[in-house]
Every structure is written in C-alpha cells, then in structure tokens.
C-alpha cells in the first residue's frame, strides 16, 4: 500500500469494489491506522513473512483464506512475482488446489528473463530458465485468467508461455476519475519525471539529457520526484550533479512525495518525461497526458501506446541521452508544439477511457464470471 505503480491500483481496485465485495488484504507490511480508516472495506490483513519459508506461508494463506471464506483470490505481480519462478513456493497453485478460484494480473512483462537479476551474464540466463520457465507455466495454469496492463506485455507473454496463451488477455489500469472535472492550468518550466528511482526508469538518461541543454535553456528546471528503489541509480545521480556543479540549483530531487504534491506537480510542470528502459504502461505518464504535460517518453513496452509519436507526443530511443536532450530542446522551444501535444495527451485518454471506473468495472464482470462459472461446476460435481 506504497506509492508505487502496483499498490496505487490495488488500492483504486480496493476502493472502487468496495460496495461489491470485501477485501482480504495480504501484504508484506502491516497497514498503518489511517490507510485502514481510508478503505472500510478491508476486513482483514494476512502479514507474510518474508523472512519463513515461503512454502509453510503458502500453507498458512490457504487455512486464512478458507477461514474467511474467501470466494475469489487475486493476485498482482511482475512476470515471476509471488515466486511464480519456483515450483513448490508459489501460493497460487495451493490457493487454487484449496478450491479458491485464483486470477492474476501482470502488471509489467519486461523481459523472459526476470526470472534471474539482470546482472547475471546470458549464459546464467539460458541455464536458469529450463528451471524457472515451467514454474510459471504452471502457476498460469493454475489462475483462471492472467491480465496485463498493455498491449506489448499481452503479446510478450503469450510468446513466451505460448502453451497458455488463451489464459491472458489486456486491460487498461488507471487511477484517473471520470467526474474529476480539471482545466490545464499555468504551466511552470519545469520538467518532471515523476517515478520509483531506479535501473529501469532511466533518470540518469533524463539528467545526462538536462545537462546537455541547461546552458542554453535558462529559466528551466528538472524535478525527479518519486521514491528511491536502486541506490546504484541515486549514486549515478549524485555523480552526475558533481560532474555538472552549474546545474545542481536547478535540479529538484524529490524523494518522498504525497498523492496531493505529486498531483499539483503533474498539472503544473510544462514537459513531463519518462526515459524508461522498460516499462509495463506508465501510470504516471498517463496522468501526465490527462493533466496537460507535453510528454516525451522511450520506445519500450506500452508507453508507445499512450504515446503516439509527433501526435500526442515524442518517442525517443532508450538510454539515449543525446535523443532525449533533442526531444527536449524541440518542447522547450516550441511553446505551440507543446499545446498541441498537451490538448491531444489529454484527448487521447478521455477518447480511450482510461480510467479507474472503466478498470474496476471491467475487474468486478471478471470477477462475478469466474465466481459464476466456478460455483456452476461444484453444482456439476
């Protein structure tokens, strides 16, 4: 229940089925008194350790969840989160074997490999896979349907575990509000990149980038705001404002932000950016088109589809500084450029529906099928 991408839809997904169903949270951390206060519909937490054996957890899950009899299991993950790389720790296949029906969502298909750390040289990789692959196959087999967040992760996943293909399908996330009646408001100069700090999120790219163009875009300034997830990434940071002194006052690293100061910096900074190397959707890059940021992102995972080049943004390799810097210096010297890729962003999410009602109503008619067709076949039996 952090500010990461996962948590803030589970809790939209919490909130929003709330009057249909009640909650049985699992969770690695305890929930503090005012987030419990904010979702009455959670009725119970199950703390899992990380620190027992995952397989005696999965067997204490089960007895929770049968105690409160629970009807439906949903879980949310990376490709091989929840342990889906392990044969005997994953709870999904002891969930689904109690007679729980269990379905999952993928909320970031980045490579086949994640099953080991992207360090480990591509031989590791081949030799590990033989391992892990089958483990997932058959966690996949074991929930009655897998989503993705993107159409790049559905067909991703259905390459790779092609044996269960049928299992998957795509379903737009959001946390935007249909009734949220918002005005672009005064842009300021600022550039945002808005995001957990970390490999895959680039933001060292985003500063090689700033101190390209700084000099001769007085006025402008970066903002990295968002938790801090790698610390390589931070000490790359660090290093690069050391090597560029003349642009440390003009760069804002913001490492702890609430919901209210992350919102008012998503409606008033003029650029927003989203240099990922790999990405699932881009929550956040989402709420910038809808708020009026002209955007510019990578060419990785779904952001090309909230980002349709030269139309309601611009596209730019991954880790290419050089790219990115001439992305930038397009948006800041264009001012009419920027309009227009603000009103088309913005366009572009109504005409789509991205939002948190379309996603929880879609959630809640997937919800009530598979409880439907599993209460038909214990008739059956």
């Known amino acids: 229940m952090c500010h990461g991408g996962i948590e803030v839809l589970v809790r939209e997904i919490i909130r929003g089925t709330g009057d249909s169903y009640a909650t049985f949270l699992v969770s690695a951390d305890d929930l503090p008194d005012a987030v419990r206060a904010s979702f009455p519909s959670i009725r119970d937490l199950f703390i899992w350790s990380l620190q027992a054996d995952p397989a005696d957890e999965s067997l204490r899950l089960v007895d929770w969840l049968k105690k ?12 091989y989160g929840w342990y889906a790389r392990s044969w005997s720790n994953c709870p999904i296949p002891h969930v689904s074997n109690s007679g729980i029906p269990c379905v999952s969502t993928n909320h970031g298909a980045f490579t086949l490999f994640d099953c080991v750390a992207p360090y480990r040289p591509l031989w590791f990789k081949l030799l590990s896979l033989p391992l892990f692959w089958p483990a997932k196959l058959r966690q996949i087999f074991h929930v009655r349907w897998e989503a993705t967040v993107s159409l790049n992760d559905l067909s991703s996943v259905r390459k790779w575990f092609f044996p269960a293909r049928a299992k998957f399908f795509q379903l737009y996330h959001s946390k935007i509000h249909e009734n949220e009646k918002h005005e672009i408001s005064e842009k300021k100069l600022v550039i945002l990149c808005l995001g957990t700090v970390g490999e895959r999120k680039g933001q060292q790219y985003l500063l090689e980038a700033f101190a390209q163009i700084a000099g001769s875009h007085p006025g402008w300034e ?65 709420e910038a ?86 209460s038909d076949k214990s008739m059956i039996s």
Do not use: W
């Not at 003029?270 to 959707?281: D, K, Q, R, V, Y």
């Open 68 to 79: 409160h009899r629970v009807d439906i299991a949903h879980f949310h993950f990376g490709t």
């Open 222 to 286: 970066l903002i990295l705001a968002g938790r801090h997830g790698h610390g390589t990434t931070m000490a790359r940071i660090e290093q690069l404002l050391q090597q560029n002194p003349a642009i440390r006052h003009r760069v804002k690293i913001l490492p702890g932000v609430s919901d209210e100061t992350a919102l008012d910096l998503l409606k008033t900074s003029a650029i927003f950016a989203m240099p990922s190397t790999a990405e699932g959707l881009g929550l956040s890059l989402q």
């Open 289 to 374: 088109q809808f708020y009026g940021c002209a955007c510019i992102g990578s060419r990785v995972g779904g952001i090309p589809e909230l980002i349709e080049d030269e139309v309601t943004g611009i596209l730019v390799p991954p880790a290419d500084s050089q790219a990115l810097a001439a992305g930038l210096i397009r948006l800041i010297d264009n001012p009419e450029l920027r309009t227009r890729f603000s009103e088309m962003g913005r366009q572009s999410i109504v005409a789509r529906g991205m939002t948190a009602e379309r996603m929880v109503g879609k959630y809640l008619k997937l919800y009530e099928d598979t409880i439907q067709i599993g």
